[in-house]
């Protein structure tokens, strides 16, 4: 990887990697559409001149080839509004990759766990069935497929999956960001979920770090990888570690069905949100097996320490 573009810098994953590839000074263009992000973004990785802040619109492949001028590795991290999701992702991806087909770009694209519907297995690898059963997991699985087309001769492509994620950098787009956006700055704060079964989370930084390794190895595209977290832990010790980190202690209150879609009526990507709660009950795990043994060790922060530096960076940033 001798230089990158990030499409979507701005977001949590895409922060994310822009900080893991400073840190290993490869030249990156932060790709996005607001330049006020974008320079708050660079301000954050400490202004490094390695970083070109690039604007444009990533459902417009034109303006994607102009920004991607000398890059051979285009990260995919853009998304769409949670209830768009199945009316503008596809459109959204085939965009990124007309311009990665015309440039001959490696493509690494962030994903999640959706096309896999309910686990069958207790660690779930790369080779897990996708049998979708929501409108989501149908619509995420037809953007593997998209992705993966013949069609695309000269791109090469491969897909990140990342269980629910936290970091300094999540945002709305994660479950867990704005619930440690709200401790971190003392507020009523909400959780998504039962707040005592145990899930999968992957702290950001880990996630790029392990994504940067793989986006330099040329034999891990045309395929699926895991990006696991560092195991399970409950939405009452994620609470207990965040409240202690903030040195606050405001209610957190457990969003089920009812409250979901209560709130739906005001916040429609809220309402969006019940269709996926089986994931919150039924808990996908991901095996990091293929990554170990094929790239190396899985990097796992523990969750005490993981949760601490996000709430002290949060409330730095505030």
């Known amino acids: 990887m001798k230089k990158a573009i990030v499409v979507g810098a701005t977001g949590g994953t895409g922060a994310a990697i822009m900080e893991e590839l400073v840190k290993r000074g490869i030249p990156a263009m932060a790709f996005g559409r607001s330049f006020q992000k974008l320079e708050q973004l660079k301000e954050k990785l400490g202004n490094p001149e390695n970083v070109t802040i690039v604007t444009g619109d990533a459902f417009r492949p034109n303006d ?5 001028e000398g890059a051979d590795v285009l990260f995919h991290c ?11 992702l596809i459109p959204l991806g085939e965009s990124v990759m ?3 087909d015309q440039l001959g770009l490696k493509v690494v694209v962030i994903d999640g766990i959706y096309p896999y519907g309910r686990r069958r297995m207790d660690r779930v690898t790369e080779d897990h069935p996708k049998q979708p059963h929501t409108r989501k997991g149908k619509t995420r699985l037809a953007y593997e497929n998209m992705l993966f087309d013949p069609r695309w001769s000269r791109a090469e492509v491969m897909i990140v999956r990342l269980p629910d994620y936290y970091g300094p950098t999540a945002n709305e787009a994660s479950y867990l960001g704005s619930t440690l956006e709200a401790i971190a700055a003392g507020k009523l704060a909400f959780f998504i979920g039962n707040k005592r079964v145990p899930r999968e989370f992957v702290y950001l930084p880990d996630a790029a770090f392990m994504i940067a390794e793989l986006a330099g190895r040329d034999d891990a595209y045309g395929e699926n990888w895991h990006i696991p977290g560092a195991g399970l832990i409950s939405g009452k010790e994620i609470v207990r570690i965040a409240q202690k980190a903030s040195g606050r202690a405001k209610p957190v209150i457990p969003l089920g069905r009812v409250g979901l879609s209560l709130l739906g009526m005001g916040v429609p990507v809220m309402k969006e949100v019940v269709e996926m709660l089986y994931l919150t009950e ?4 991901l095996s990091g097996e293929k990554y170990e043994r094929l790239i190396g060790p899985v990097r796992a922060t523990a969750f005490e320490k993981g949760i601490t530096d996000t709430i002290h960076a949060l409330q730095f940033f505030r």
């Open 98 to 100: 007309t311009a990665a």
């Open 282 to 285: 039924e808990p996908l795990v």
């Open 64 to 68: 994607i080839v102009k920004a991607a």
């Open 78 to 88: 853009a998304n769409v509004p949670y209830h768009e999701m199945e009316h503008k």
